[in-house]
């Protein structure tokens, strides 16, 4: 191959390639006659043919990226905190880089260690790094490194600490072995530094040869990382029994068991210090895991190996603090020192070579190596629930005799609710879940039915809880369990009480009790505080309206709506500012489909969320939710993305964000969001009929059908017939779709059996049946009046009107225009019926509709109000100011979907062309209709069809 | 492990770097030579000295030959593209080097390979000669597209952008993705027989 030649092939391929792939086939028939050698054409074909390999194919190779930005994290000359200038690159510790800066404020040099990106997204790890500082800036010892402070820069966290000018031992050891002297010495300031450490609680875990630096005649302990309090004793912290932490080759024998302590220092000093004076490699060594199992199956002792230098005081030392079982070492560094001071020749102790701890040992170490093959070698296991766990919160039992009390239960989830990390299992799910397990699903769970239902939520973690009275206060007793491989097999337990003394405290005890179970499940101190309202700020501070606020949720959870409003609207005589309450009550009003009593409610609970009387993660939601429902897309997306950022493990918040992208035309993009959605949420109502009109909007009919059957093993039949009518009307199999809405019609109740009547029509009217369609309707406003769904009623009443003006009963169309505008005056009704009227010649009828639009500021309404005057201009015959304002109203919604309304003005207005244009859009576009079918013309698709070129 | 940067070589880097900038072209490849030489010591000296430098990184091999060139000399290299390009070249002449030695052993030979460490890189072990066709593939390639070949190289080896690319190419964005998507089936052409 010559460049030149090359070249054309490049010409050529790029060629075929611009070509749609259904022409492919032609176009590269047409390149290769161009080309003159057989064997350039054969390299043409093979090229096309291997021009699409999978995305994977020569992706960067892992971790180089994050290599080369590291590097660029932190540079000579860069200035941390306004204070810290680095001046170089010292090296690399375990975690990330270490530079020296100099700290402009207190005018003296400084060691900087950075976290390295791999590891500064790990809220784990991070916490480690946190817990370094913490807890080692309480040492102050000369052989302990001091560590200053911790900070952020440009998202990279990093420590402040004293700087040393010093080598490791490994680099000193490299240079040559130690002399005696030098070695005692070390060996001294090792065990002293220990000391100062053990003696504030902390111990070391991780004692290596490069974690100690040799400053001149100064022996410097580094990285007190993975240290931890001696006391604790929570029953969730690293030293859980299965936790290993630390490098294998150094740690002591009931580390690798998991059960390390202040012990296991003096054992990986002891071994440090032998390595240190014999100066031989760590692999000939019998210490780690090769070196205990050799112990153990008895091959020579340490002892020998010490050079004849070591004083018989040392070497006992050592050998005492070498002890596999941590009872027969020395109980404290204390201890080790007076061995050294006072030399006592060694008592002859028998030994039997197979003691209980050996065997204990061979057995752990075997395990250990075990999981070192089978599992990835990471020395870190972790306890905490996976991030995107769920928790469920089993309502509080409330014996304290007072009623007010029994919505404790609301104000816990709530407070728990504020998680990032972790999701609260939603109590609407019971009566489902109750159902699967037991004939009535009435009666109210036991504990083990509790449990039972944690496990088939697959929820990482139970918690029960109950309020007490104790004397005049009250008692909150809390118990956690993480669920195991079954429902009585809980891998873990945990109970805490709190206490509070009178009725106000209440709030207080809820508050503690929140951050406890969300720090039980593994969400550092940090993560807690940063999500962490007052319980009595993110519900009500009244008892009273929280009471009622429960029954009324409660009421509404079992469809009772309408009895639900007079309790909610009494809790909030009780606390107006009820932020939950008045949100709950808008979703009430919405889903009674009264819109303008919804965003009246929507309204006043942004205001009182704006009092900080809502959870960041619930404040979110209700802005950007109340921005999508008035369709006012450019305020909701980037609310939802800093929802999204937030709460990444927020499946509504997810999904909003992907209705908000297939609302706004971006298809692939919302699609695809909803797939990811699903596959990392699971399935679910709103998630997969997301994905569903995703892959409509995307004209991929086979795939929405795939999914409706995933949304029917999940119990949503109905929707999944109505999606799978969607489906078969796209793929234009007309006879299936009726045949699947006729069913769902007959199998569905209430709403659901409604909206298939109008699907129904909409169908026959795609194919033309008008009459048919319209006969539809009558039938189905009648049943939807006899029910009292009035939105539902007014909404098919304007559509059959559209259709009785299309066949030409002007009259009657009007008629029915204005009655549907007068009996549901929302903003989608009053807009249709406006238009109808228009179109039938009723300008001034339209007008006066028109009149009783006085909703919402926001885009949407903007657009419609200039929709509506556009069709009244050309109701009266100025076409192409009505034109004019129509394509403003396009342009005022931001949407790319072709406008009918604009369509037909092009075509009064005699642009016949532009008409053609847009109509022969909305003929091909088969999700024209099915997307949105309550805001489309019956029959709006076909007549697009039917207009001439 | 603190790393010492050996005075004499620091004074060769900053010298290479006043070439590079000086428009020498031959600097660049003796700074490559000569990170190599380096970080090749390195590697083995890691594989020495500790259990836990029993592996190679690749990613620590990056950081290494980033501050090589950064640190404490008085020239910044400022174009950042031009360094990850040079680093591109580096690693993939280490990762070749093991690839080598690698598959060597596997047929017998006594070489010692370094290791590269799991879950840094995904090097399956029982991949490494596909890895080394890629190499070959793109010497080959070289002949007749030497930017396509550097493109293909700054990219799986660097990580690199179609932005990065570009500047470091001096060319526009669209010529790189051109390239790249030629580049790319010929080598999937090549390697998929």
């Not at chain 1, 590891?119 to 500082?133: C, K, M, N, T, Y």
Request: hydrophobic letters at 40%; charged letters at 25%.
């Amino acid at each position: 191959m010559t460049p030149q030649q090359w070249r054309k092939l490049q010409d050529s391929f790029e060629e075929v390639l611009r070509s749609p792939r259904a022409e492919r086939q032609f176009a590269l028939e047409t390149a290769e006659a161009a080309l003159e050698d057989e064997s350039l054409r054969q390299e043409l074909r093979r090229l096309v043919e291997h021009a699409e390999p999978q995305a994977d194919f020569l992706r960067p190779l892992e971790g180089i990226r994050e290599a080369m930005e590291q590097g660029r994290s932190l540079e000579p000359g860069d200035v941390l905190a306004d204070r810290f200038e680095i001046v170089r690159f010292i090296g690399r510790g375990g975690m990330g880089a270490v530079f020296e800066a100099f700290d402009r404020k207190l005018q003296e040099p400084v060691a900087i260690k950075t976290i390295a990106p791999e590891f500064a997204h790990d809220p784990i790890l991070l916490e480690r790094f946190q817990r370094e500082v913490q807890l080692a800036r309480r040492i102050t010892h000369p052989n302990v490194c001091r560590i200053h402070d911790f900070g952020e820069h440009n998202g990279t966290p990093y420590l402040t600490m004293e700087l040393l000018d010093g080598v490791t031992l490994p680099e000193s050891l490299e240079r040559g072995a130690l002399e005696i002297e030098d070695w005692e010495r070390m060996a001294l300031q090792l065990f002293e530094g220990l000391r100062a450490a053990h003696e504030v609680g902390i111990f070391h875990r991780d004692l290596k040869p490069s974690n100690l630096m040799l400053v001149g005649p100064k022996l410097v302990i580094l990285d007190f990382g993975l240290a931890r309090p001696v006391e604790s004793n929570r029953s969730n912290d690293f030293s859980r029994p299965g936790m290993i932490l630390g490098t294998p080759d150094w740690m002591a024998p009931e580390q690798l068991l998991g059960e390390g302590n202040h012990k296991s220092d003096l054992y990986s000093a002891a071994l440090v210090l032998v390595h240190a004076i014999t100066g031989t490699p760590a692999a000939n060594h019998r210490h780690g895991i090769a070196g205990v199992v050799s112990r153990v199956v008895g091959v020579t002792d340490i002892a020998e190996q010490l050079p004849a230098s070591v004083s018989p005081a040392w070497r006992r030392a050592l050998l005492s603090c070498l002890e596999l079982d941590p009872k027969l070492r020395p109980a404290s560094t204390d201890d080790v020192l007076k061995l050294i001071d006072e030399y006592q020749p060694p008592p002859a102790k028998p030994k039997s070579p197979w003691s209980w701890w050996d065997w204990r040992i061979a057995f752990g170490i075997l395990f250990f190596a075990l999981a070192l093959l089978i599992v990835v070698p990471r020395y870190l296991v972790r306890p905490e629930l996976k991030s995107d766990s769920t928790i469920l919160m089993v309502p509080t039992m409330n014996v304290t005799g007072a009623r007010i009390f029994d919505a404790i239960g609301t104000v816990m989830n709530t407070s728990v609710a504020q998680s990032a990390r972790f999701n609260v299992w939603q109590p609407e799910r019971l009566p489902g879940v109750l159902r699967s397990m037991r004939e009535d699903s009435s009666a109210k769970p036991t504990t083990s039915e509790w449990r039972e239902v944690a496990f088939r939520e697959r929820a990482g973690m139970i918690c029960f809880s109950t309020l007490s009275p104790i004397g005049s206060g009250f008692s909150l007793a809390v118990e956690c369990e993480q669920t195991g491989s079954t429902p009585t097999s809980p891998l873990s337990k945990s109970h805490r009480e709190f206490r509070a003394t009178d009725t106000n405290g209440v709030y207080g005890l809820v508050h503690e009790a929140g951050a406890w179970i969300r720090s039980e499940a593994g969400e550092g101190a940090t993560e807690v505080s940063a999500n962490n309202r007052a319980p009595q700020d993110i519900t009500s501070p009244s008892w009273e309206a929280l009471d009622l606020f429960e029954q009324a949720r409660s009421l509404s959870q079992s469809q009772r709506f309408t009895d639900a409003i007079p309790l909610l609207e009494r809790a909030l005589q009780k606390d107006p500012q009820f932020a939950m309450g008045l949100m709950t009550m808008a979703d009430l009003a919405n889903g009674l489909g009264e819109s303008e009593k919804g965003f009246a409610y929507w309204r006043k609970a942004i205001e009182a969320a704006k009092e900080q009387r809502l959870s960041n993660r619930e404040g979110l939601s209700i802005e950007s939710r109340y921005a999508l429902e008035i369709r006012d897309y450019a305020t909701a997306e980037p609310m939802l993305r800093e929802w999204v950022r937030s709460f990444p493990n927020d499946r509504q918040a997810v999904q909003y964000l992907g209705a908000c992208l297939l609302s706004t035309g971006r298809y692939e993009e919302g699609t695809e969001l909803a797939h990811a959605a699903q596959e990392r949420f699971g399935p679910s109502t709103f998630g997969t009929s997301l994905l569903i009109r995703g892959l409509g909007a995307l004209n991929r009919p086979a795939e929405m059908d795939e999914q409706s059957k995933l949304l029917e093993k999940i119990g949503a039949k109905t929707l999944a017939l109505r999606f799978r009518g969607m489906a078969a009307a796209m793929r234009g199999d007309y006879e299936r779709a009726e045949s699947l809405f006729r069913e769902l019609e007959s199998l569905a109740e209430g709403d659901e059996s409604s909206r298939a009547r109008g699907l129904l029509a909409h169908l026959v009217a795609d194919q033309g049946r008008l009459k048919e369609a319209g006969d539809l309707l009558d039938r189905a406003i009648a049943m939807d009046r006899s029910a009292g769904r009035i939105a539902f009623a007014a909404r098919k009443l304007v559509a059959a009107a559209y259709l009785e003006g299309e066949a030409g009963r002007r009259t009657q169309a009007g008629a029915m225009a204005e009655d549907a505008a007068a009996q549901d005056p929302s903003p989608y009704v009053i807009v249709d019926a406006v238009s109808v009227l228009a179109r039938n010649g009723y300008a001034r009828e339209a007008e006066r509709v028109m009149s009783k639009f006085t909703f919402e500021r926001g885009p949407y309404f903007d657009a419609s109000r200039l929709r509506m005057n556009g069709e009244i201009l050309i109701s009266r015959g100025r076409f192409q100011e009505g034109v004019a304002v129509l394509e403003n109203a396009v342009r005022t919604l931001g949407t790319h979907r072709p406008q009918e309304f604009l369509a037909r003005a092009l075509d009064l207005a005699g642009q016949h062309d532009r008409a053609y244009m847009l109509y022969q859009r909305i003929a091909k576009d088969r999700w024209y209709i099915w997307g949105s079918p309550e805001s489309v013309w019956p029959g709006t698709r076909y007549r697009a069809e039917a207009y001439p070129r | 492990m603190p790393v010492e940067i050996n005075a004499e070589n620091r004074g060769e880097v900053s010298q290479i770097l006043e070439q590079i900038q000086n428009g020498d072209p031959s600097a660049e490849q003796r700074l490559v030579n000569l990170l190599y030489g380096d970080l090749r010591r390195m590697a083995a000296h890691q594989l020495k000295s500790e259990r836990s430098g029993h592996t190679l990184q690749p990613t620590a091999l990056v950081h290494e030959a980033y501050f090589r060139i950064f640190t404490g000399t008085p020239l910044q290299v400022h174009n950042r593209s031009h360094f990850m390009a040079l680093a591109a070249q580096v690693i993939r002449r280490i990762l070749v080097d093991y690839a080598r030695t690698r598959t060597r052993t596997k047929r017998g030979g006594k070489d010692n390979p370094i290791p590269l460490s799991e879950g840094r890189l995904i090097f399956d072990e029982n991949r490494v000669g596909e890895f080394l066709f890629v190499h070959e593939a793109l010497e080959r390639l070289r002949d007749w597209a030497p930017r396509q070949s550097e493109i293909v190289e700054m990219r799986f080896f660097g990580g690199m952008s179609e932005a990065e690319m570009a500047a470091r190419l001096k060319v526009s964005e669209r010529t790189v993705k051109r390239d790249w998507a030629m580049a790319r089936a010929w080598l999937h052409a090549e390697l998929t027989v």
